[in-house]
Nanobody, 124 residues
Framework: VQLQASGGGLVQPGGSLRLSCTASGFTLQYYNIGWFRQAAGKEREVVSGINKNDGTTYYTDSVKGRFTISRDNAKNTVYLQMNGLKPEDTATYFC??????????????????WGQGTLVTVSS
């Protein structure tokens, strides 16, 4: 049972990346899914989330209008499309799954599942 995050890499400012979060051993559609990031020397922050019940999405202010979260239940995968990347988006990105929407977005406590990180570097 695990989450696998992938899709990170080096991209120039203004470029795009698509991160994928794929589950094995459990069904993602029954969980709220969040993307988090942690930059060097900074605390982890929630970037985006998608609700398991109605597809409601959440974005932190700094990524609104640039990032889009989506899910493909047939592929048991959640995506984070990142456009207009900025150097300040540089971080290790993690995905997580939890049955509680509020716990996913607002709690710094443990969540049911975490994926390993994928590094996103935005630099010229």
């Amino acid at each position: 049972v695990q989450l696998q995050a992938s899709g990170g890499g080096l991209v120039q400012p203004g470029g795009s990346l698509r991160l994928s979060c794929t589950a094995s051993g459990f069904t993602l559609q029954y969980y709220n899914i969040g993307w988090f990031r942690q930059a060097a020397g900074k605390e982890r922050e929630v970037v985006s989330g998608i609700n398991k019940n109605d597809g409601t999405t959440y974005y932190t202010d700094s990524v609104k209008g640039r990032f889009t979260i989506s899910r493909d239940n047939a592929k048991n995968t959640v995506y984070l499309q990142m456009n207009g990347l900025k150097p300040e988006d540089t971080a290790t990105y993690f995905c997580a799954a939890d049955p509680s929407w509020t716990r996913l977005l607002y709690s710094k406590g443990p969540l049911d599942y975490w994926g390993q990180g994928t590094l996103v570097t935005v630099s010229s």
